[in-house]
């Protein structure tokens, strides 16, 4: 898996996604979340003849751009769709199309909430649609090996860090 913004940086400047948590009520179901600026970023496998379409989320907060706060894996297409990938374990197409967890990857004491918020706010049909299209333009990019695709693209948590700390402004497009 490759972060979506080392490869496409322009792209991802102005589309990441971002949600904005002040502080959220005492009885909310994200009451457990500290108030502060969440960038989901998208990151797609590099496989050029991988037809998974699927996207691994690295949850980071602004203010702690070292650490990773959850790690989603989501589908975007129908259930249907995965199953027929997974046939010998068809129930985690459920999960896949609903976003998850991911069992492999860095998960923090926030990781549920930040789970519960994919799923309630920050997965929305545009957004669906737009983690569909970064992943076609990801491919592309890959395939052209132009600029941005030569080895020497450094996709480790660092860089990303570094990237993060680039942004000069960070959008934010859900205030909850
Ligand atoms: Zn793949």
């Excluded at 203010?63 to 027929?84: H, L, M, N, T």
């Excluded at 030569?150 to 205030?175: F, H, L, N, V, Y």
Aim: aromatic share 12%; with cysteine.
């Amino acid at each position: 898996m490759i972060p979506f913004h080392s490869v496409l940086p322009e792209v991802a400047q102005r589309e990441v996604r971002y949600v904005r948590l002040v502080a959220p009520a005492p009885d909310s179901a994200l009451s457990g979340l500290p108030a502060d600026e969440y960038a989901y970023l998208d990151y797609y496998c590099e496989e050029l003849n991988c037809d998974c379409r699927r996207v691994f989320l690295q949850v980071i907060a602004k203010d702690q751009p070292g650490k990773v706060f959850a790690s989603i894996s989501y589908g975007w297409e129908k259930e249907s769709f995965y199953r027929k990938k997974m046939p010998w374990n068809p129930d985690d197409a459920v999960g896949t199309v609903l976003g998850e967890l991911d069992p492999l990857n860095e998960q923090s004491e926030f990781a549920a909430d930040l789970l519960e918020l994919f799923r309630r706010v920050v997965l929305d049909e545009p957004y669906r649609l737009r983690l569909r299209r970064h992943y076609l333009m990801f491919k592309e990019e890959l395939a052209r090996g132009g600029a941005s695709g030569k080895s020497g693209r450094d996709c480790g948590p660092q860089a990303t860090a570094t990237w993060i700390a680039g942004i000069r402004r960070w959008k934010m497009e859900d205030g909850i």
